[in-house]
């Protein structure tokens, strides 16, 4: 089958949920490109909390007006869909807290590229060398190669003959993100074959948003406030959080509202075979990209620069490998 950004057939033939994938890597780019501006502001714990009731004020509705009848899901821990899916949930938040802490110390254009790299290569891995279903070939080695040498540029450069390590920026979050989110990726393929993409999905965005009030309240139990750090403070008075939520109510509406809709699209358009998903991915971190560069002017050095366009593109090679090859990963547990 031949290979085109405009070929239907790669996401099953139908216009309209061709349509909504687009929509979803649009949508999915700009949320992730916004978060940096609030997050100095509110903290990680408290603006994913935000984010997520925006999340839930379109998701739920929307769920119930779906319906989960078409689907089952086994509350054993004998059954491997009911295990897979409480990974999923357990690691959902933390994914995403990372990665918003990421964008707090480095820039946007740099931090997803990093983020989404690492955790579109984990499924492939995971599936070749541990379930022996998917055979690399020229161009997945090459993409992946691509994404080793991105990540190194970010890292290292030669000064005077000599490799010198170039500090962290949010390097480290990001790739905790990308272990954590990765790995639910892994797992995702194989679930949503058996209790379907609202499910997951939708149960996903209710445990990020359970795990989020949940460490927030327990910091507010036993972490002190810290005065000379508002950013970082765990109490706010009510002038303090409706000064800050004037200021930024409108980024956390976007993002908020921008994932659900991403989300609701994924349902509808039932995008989730891992070449749909890493498409989804690499053209979303293109989209922040661009974002970043317009909307906060980020001026990145020439070696990010070309860092960046060889994560990119190694992301880009990968989504494009096999013809639906690792459309079904079986769980390793």
């Not at 949940?214 to 008075?237: E, F, T």
């Amino acid at each position: 089958m031949g290979k085109s950004i405009l070929a239907m057939s790669f996401f099953g033939g139908d216009p309209v949920y061709t349509l909504l994938v687009f929509l979803s890597m649009i949508l999915l780019g700009l949320s992730n490109g916004l978060w940096k501006e609030p997050v100095p502001v509110f903290g990680v714990k408290r603006l994913v909390m935000l984010r997520s009731l925006f999340v839930l004020a379109l998701v739920l509705p929307f769920a119930l007006f779906m319906g989960f009848s078409d689907f089952y899901v086994e509350f054993s821990l004998a059954s491997p869909s009911f295990r897979g899916l409480l990974v999923v949930l357990l690691i959902s938040y933390p994914g995403l807290y990372f990665f918003v802490r990421a964008t707090q110390d480095g820039p946007t254009s740099v931090v997803v590229p990093v983020s989404t790299s690492i955790s579109t290569v984990i499924p492939i891995l995971v599936n070749a060398l541990y379930l022996k279903e998917f055979h690399f070939n020229l161009i997945s080695c090459a993409g992946i190669i691509l994404l080793l040498f991105g990540l190194a540029l970010l890292k290292f450069r030669f000064s005077n003959g000599r490799l010198v390590y170039m500090g962290d920026a949010g390097f480290r979050f990001a790739f905790l993100s990308a272990i954590l989110t990765g790995t639910s990726l892994a797992i995702i393929q194989n679930i949503v074959l058996m209790v379907g993409v609202p499910v997951v999905l939708i149960s996903q965005e209710i445990s990020i948003f359970v795990f989020s009030l949940s460490h927030l309240a327990i910091s507010r139990w036993l972490i002190k406030p810290n005065s000379n750090n508002p950013a970082q403070a765990i109490r706010w008075s009510k002038e303090q959080f409706l000064r800050s939520w004037s200021q930024y109510a409108w980024i956390i509406g976007t993002i908020g509202i921008l994932s659900g809709l991403a989300v609701i699209f994924r349902v509808v358009s039932h995008s989730s075979p891992l070449p749909q998903t890493t498409f989804i991915l690499s053209f979303s971190c293109l989209v922040s990209v661009i974002f970043a560069k317009i909307y906060y002017a980020e001026n990145l050095k020439p070696q990010q620069r070309l860092a960046v366009f060889f994560l990119i593109s190694g992301i880009f090679i990968i989504s494009w490998i096999g013809d639906g090859q690792l459309s079904s990963i079986t769980l390793p547990f």
